[in-house]
């Protein structure tokens, strides 16, 4: 079965480093995504990464993914106030050719001036 | 790249009454679209799946009477709150998925906060 798992919440200072965890156990999942959802909002998508990497970059954003331990990370450096959000993760895996998302609970990301 | 409309936005309602929401294509033809609902402080669940011009296919627990999905067209998918109750507040937001394998790309709507009083 399919499960995505995230911590909460997470804080962290202005300029830091953030670094948000999700742990996953379908281990047919062809892409994982992650997404950000700002107050009232839809989901808006930050980046992506195929199953057979290991890591992606994006100007601010690092995901790594260890597909060993199911595990998936986003690091966003240089965090600023705008970043302030609900990060999710998700998995897709193919169901009968329409890609089926599962998405984790959910992380909000606060930043401390 | 896809652009998908979500209307309305925002939808207060009373008990008992119907609640249409639709989501729209409006650069390509999506053959599926998606449904899901998401609680405050929730993840998104799926509620069902909808293939153009075919029935919905409807999650376990998702009632298909009461959430009624019709995908008339390759632009154009609603779903509908029937006899809405205040337990159906949540926010309802469309995905969908084109003819190519746009893998990389999972476009969603801009989200409907439905609230029934």
């Known amino acids: 079965g399919e499960d995505v798992e995230q911590s909460l919440f997470l804080s962290v200072r202005e300029g830091d480093s953030s670094v948000i965890n999700c742990t996953y156990t379908?281990?047919?999942?062809?892409?994982l995504y992650w997404y950000k959802q700002e107050p009232g909002a839809g989901l808006q998508l930050l980046t992506y990464?195929?199953?057979?990497?290991d890591m992606k970059q994006d100007q601010r954003l690092t995901v790594l993914l260890n597909k060993k331990d199911k595990h998936l990370s986003l690091r966003i450096a240089d965090t600023q106030t705008g970043d302030s959000a609900i990060y999710f993760c998700?998995?897709?895996?193919?169901?009968?050719?329409?890609?089926?998302?599962?998405f984790g609970t959910g992380t909000r990301l606060t930043i401390i001036p | 790249g896809a652009v998908v409309s979500q209307h309305p936005s925002r939808v207060i309602c009373k008990s008992g009454t119907s609640v249409k929401i639709e989501c729209r294509s409006l650069?390509?033809?999506?053959?599926?679209m998606f449904w899901y609902r998401q609680f405050p402080k929730q993840s998104l669940m799926l509620m069902a799946t909808?293939?153009?011009?075919?029935?919905?296919?409807?999650e376990q627990g998702v009632e298909k009477d009461k959430f009624l999905i019709n995908h008339a067209s390759l632009t154009l998918s609603t779903l509908t709150v029937t006899s809405a109750h205040p337990e159906d507040s949540s926010f309802y937001i469309c995905?969908?998925?084109?003819?190519?394998?746009?893998?990389?790309?999972?476009?969603f709507g801009q989200g409907t906060r439905l609230t029934v009083v």
């Open positions: 998700a998995e897709s895996t193919k169901n009968f050719g329409n890609e089926k998302l599962t």
């Open positions: 379908d281990s047919s999942s062809t892409y």
């Open positions: 990464i195929f199953s057979n990497m």
């Open positions: 650069d390509f033809q999506a053959t599926t």
């Open positions: 909808s293939n153009e011009g075919s029935k919905a296919t409807y």
């Open positions: 995905r969908v998925q084109g003819l190519a394998d746009l893998n990389t790309e999972a476009f």
